[in-house]
């Protein structure tokens, strides 16, 4: 064998190892064509049947050598080394299978075609010739070590063999000239230990020339003259076993070495009887050698454990014990504990240090460990790789389960990695994208110069975010919003970008659902009130810049109410979408239609040269309402106002435009409807009257021209007055007699009806203490305002008011109109409750009037409910009238509350409303609204 280069110190055999770790299928084809080239059938068969198994373990025993070895140690090291790796590393007995299919030839001729294997496999790959010199030279000096411990190995098994299947027989001693050709010393005793031969090793090895000098009678007394051997023969005896091993260092005539003697009793055939063999054999050199795998063991970085086949601790390495840190010293003769499986890895967790904990990867091998089955256990610390494991799995979980898409590129732009929800969003595989650019997504929406400054951006070590509107697979556009950052290695240098990327697709088509819903009327799809302020503030400012005209058109649909009150508000909405597409068929695609709410709408007609071009337009407007309607399978027809208003010779600015359109919609609805009005300063004067009636309303407290008159409420069972109904009246003396429904509307809408309400409250108490005191018990209702609903404070005044003057809350009614529940301020369930809860009845005033009364009963807490006089006028005209009082009383019954029918005046009605067992009544059949003392007469002279 010829020795390596030492290369300075550097393990050059390492790119070997790839090479070898990747080549087991060439190896195999090329020992399958080289038994294609042999003759000898014995060797053929062998290579077929042997070549995968026998590939595996020279790979192994390569691969070993090359990393603990490598070409940094003596020819005679490695031959040492490869002697142990061989006999620790192939399966158990595998030599022995092997002697057992053919003879030594063959095993040298199959030795020749695995070194020929292994020497072209360096081919598949390029070197340097010093490479494949050093890489052809390894090769050459393992075979040559393989071979020779084969035949070390048959010599073994010749030796053994004879020993083993010695049977002594009457021509023995004519066969004992044999023993000579051993090189181990033999030593023949018969069974009564009288010695019969020894061999010219047993001689030289300890330095005798006659049997004599080695051993006296053994029968007798038991003793050689070598002290340890007899002692050895002694212990033997005493186990009555038919073969013994021990190993031990002695004085010889070659120094102080190590044996090992075998003794076998070697038995005649089909007999009982037996002789003694004792083999000593000098294994010097083998002790040595483990010696030095020793001190390898010791310095090993990773830990090694030998156990016997129980699985009790015999070894402990210094890497091993400090795995196991303070529990090592225990551990010696005990058992490890874990099962052992051999030829699998398995990953185990052993408690360290101050709570810690080491994560190991296991090894078991089954080994020889002084002559006994044993394992070898090998133990690597992969703590800190299962914790960058653990990190780089969390990392790749997050990234595989996060909401957003994530790509990573190199510096060039090419794309290494994307995600599952970058899959699931572009419909693109990863097969299909790695190695592309991003532009495959391109949609072509993007501006080239938006992606130059994004790639000057990142290029410069900055953060880039923004849109993309980029294209999926299947061809359809979608929008993201990406952050791309840089990614620097620890040069500082960019080696990657990454891109972390949200589809915002349905983000945008709800902020342009949203924008649509803020700027566009859901119903009719025309521009809402918003929208068509702002289109009116920019058709001022265009028509300012090119000295045009602007009309404002208010148009308002004639009796619209009746519609929703008959048909129902779908068929009312359904009106109203026929309207508007009415409404713009009449106007060019500049003008503006838009609803402000309910049945009214805006229209803008933009760039008038004169405003005599208005009236065209209304008149339009109104030629198209006059057609039918379609609406509930029968043909409607319905008329509109329309208040005309011109910018800039009417006003100059959105507010008044505004007031100047709605005073001439409502002076064209005051003319009797189905027509148009523009405004002109008269319609002024309706405004100032009604500022005047503010104006003088706001003093009419201080000026104590308020006053209270009282409707009496009839029992219509007993014809007695159980209550009356409280109503404000206002006479000033400018003004006159106001009208309540205008004093009221003016209160309502500028707050006043807040001071209004405390008035009327404090009021009728004091009235009901009046009464209370002549003995007249009633109760009073009165009306509250929802204005008065938005005061916190409601429910104190109104117990500050009967506690003050000692009223109890079953003698005063709150009536509630439906206005109030349809405005659904937040607060007005809780205050009704909450009244309810201190004593005070609610009505439900104008009962029927709106078209979701049946869930004001549902959803407040009323006791009566106050039938609308309109109903009760109207079921003397008709049956249908008359079925709906029927309905509305039972179903109120029905509901545990009680029914008050308004503006009785004829005895027909009484009659109805006692037949159909209406509880109570007022109305003009029984008095009109009487003063306070005036009441008093009418109890007198009626009750």
Request: glycine share 4%.
């Amino acid at each position: 064998m010829t020795s390596f280069d030492d290369n300075k110190g550097k393990n050059s055999l390492l790119p070997l190892i790839n090479i070898i770790d990747n080549g087991e299928k060439f190896l195999l084809n090329q020992l399958l064509q080289y038994s294609h080239q042999e003759n000898d059938q014995e060797c053929v068969i062998f290579i077929k049947e042997n070549r995968q198994l026998l590939v595996e373990v020279l790979s192994q025993i390569i691969i070993d050598t090359i990393i603990n070895v490598g070409n940094r140690c003596s020819l005679k090291t490695l031959q040492i080394y490869l002697f142990y790796q061989i006999k620790n590393i192939t399966p158990t007995n595998l030599i022995d299978k092997i002697y057992r299919q053919v003879n030594f030839d063959v095993v040298i001729k199959v030795c020749k075609y695995y070194r020929y294997a292994y020497l072209e496999i360096i081919d598949l790959a390029i070197f340097y010739n010093y490479q494949k010199n050093l890489f052809n030279l390894f090769i050459h000096n393992f075979f040559d070590c393989i071979e020779i411990y084969l035949s070390q190995e048959w010599s073994k098994k010749q030796q053994y063999n004879f020993s083993s299947n010695l049977t002594l027989n009457e021509g023995i001693k004519d066969n004992l000239s044999f023993l000579e050709s051993f090189d181990d010393g033999i030593l023949l005793l018969d069974q009564d230990f009288n010695l019969l031969n020894i061999n010219t090793a047993v001689k030289k090895l300890f330095g005798i020339e006659q049997p004599d000098s080695l051993f006296s009678h053994l029968y007798q007394d038991y003793k050689l003259k070598i002290p340890w051997l007899t002692e050895l023969f002694k212990h033997f005896t005493q186990q009555h076993k038919s073969e013994f091993i021990w190993q031990k260092q002695v004085d010889s005539n070659l120094g102080l070495i190590w044996l090992e003697i075998r003794i076998i009793k070697v038995f005649y055939a089909d007999t009982d009887l037996f002789h003694f063999l004792i083999i000593c054999r000098n294994i010097d050199t083998l002790i040595h050698t483990q010696q030095k795998l020793g001190a390898i063991a010791n310095y090993n970085i990773n830990g090694l454990m030998v156990t016997d086949e129980e699985g009790k601790v015999l070894f402990l390495n210094p890497a091993c014990k400090k795995i196991f840190a303070g529990k090592a010293n225990q551990m010696f003769g005990e058992l490890f504990g874990i099962p052992l499986a051999s030829q699998k890895s398995t990953e185990i967790i052993i408690p360290y240090k101050e709570g810690k904990i080491l994560t190991v990867k296991m090894d078991v091998t089954p080994i020889k460990w002084e002559n006994q089955k044993a394992y070898l256990i090998t133990f690597i610390d992969i703590t800190k790789r299962k914790e960058i494991e653990e990190q780089f799995k969390f990392l790749h979980q997050a990234s595989e389960q996060s909401p957003a898409s994530i790509m990573i590129t190199d510096n060039t732009g090419k794309i290494q990695y994307v995600n599952s929800k970058f899959e699931t969003i572009t419909g693109y595989t990863r097969e299909e994208v790695i190695g592309q650019n991003p532009r495959i997504l391109k949609s072509g929406e993007t501006t080239k110069e938006e992606y130059q400054k994004l790639w000057e951006t990142i290029s410069h070590g900055k953060e880039w975010h923004g849109e993309f509107h980029n294209r999926k697979k299947n061809g359809e556009l979608f929008w993201e919003i990406a952050s791309i950052s840089p990614i620097k290695d620890e040069y500082g240098f960019i080696s990657h970008y990454v891109a972390v990327k949200e589809d915002i697709t349905e983000k945008k088509r709800q902020e342009e659902l949203l924008s649509h819903q803020a700027n566009y009327d859901y119903l009719t799809e025309l521009p809402n009130r918003l929208l068509g302020m702002e289109r009116l503030k920019q058709e001022i400012a265009k028509a300012n810049r090119n000295n045009l005209s602007v009309a404002l058109i208010f148009l308002d649909l004639d009796n619209f109410k009746n519609i929703n009150d008959t048909l129902g508000h779908q068929y009312g909405d359904e009106l109203l979408i026929v309207v508007a597409q009415r409404l713009q068929e009449c106007l060019r695609k500049s003008d503006t239609v838009a609803r402000l709410g309910g049945d009214e709408f805006l229209i803008i007609i933009s760039s008038l040269s004169s405003p005599s071009q208005g009236e065209i337009i209304a008149s339009k407007l109104l030629y198209a309402m006059r057609n039918s309607f379609t609406i509930a399978g029968e043909e409607r027809f319905i008329s509109a106002s329309i208040g005309i208003t011109f910018y800039p010779q009417d006003g100059d600015n959105i507010q008044n435009l505004i007031q100047n359109a709605d005073l001439a919609m409502y002076a064209a609805k005051r003319k009797g409807k189905n027509n148009f009005k523009f405004f002109n300063s008269r319609m002024n004067e309706v405004a100032q009257k009604k500022m005047q009636q503010e104006t003088y309303l706001r003093q009419a407290l201080k000026n104590d021209e308020l006053f209270l008159v009282y409707q009496p409420i009839i029992d219509l069972k007993t014809k007695k007055i159980v209550g009356v109904e409280s109503l404000m009246r206002w006479h000033n003396s400018i003004l006159g007699n106001v009208s309540t429904i205008e004093f009221i509307s003016i209160a309502e809408e500028t707050g006043l009806i807040t001071d209004l309400g405390k008035w009327l409250l404090e009021s009728v108490c004091q009235q009901l203490a009046d009464w209370q005191q002549q003995g007249i018990y009633i109760y009073a209702s009165i009306n509250l305002s929802p204005r008065q609903f938005r005061d916190v404070n409601l429910v104190d005044i109104i117990l500050e008011m009967t506690e003050k003057y000692h009223i109890k809350p079953h003698y005063l009614k709150l009536e509630i109109t439906e206005q109030l529940l349809v405005e659904d301020i937040p607060s007005v369930q809780g205050l009704l409750f909450n009244l309810s809860h201190l004593g005070f009845e609610l009505y439900l005033d104008d009962f029927g009037t709106g078209y979701s009364s049946l869930s004001y009963l549902r959803k407040y807490p009323f006791k009566v409910v106050k039938i609308d006089r309109s109903f009760v006028l109207d079921m003397e005209e008709s049956d249908k009238g008359k079925a709906l009082i029927k309905t509305m009383i039972a179903m109120a019954y029905n509901l545990n509350l009680s029914v008050i029918a308004e503006g009785i005046e004829t005895i027909n009605q009484l009659k109805f409303l006692e037949a159909e067992n209406c509880c109570a009544g007022q109305g003009y059949l029984f008095s009109r609204p009487l003063l306070a003392d005036n009441l008093l007469d009418f109890i007198a002279d009626n009750f």
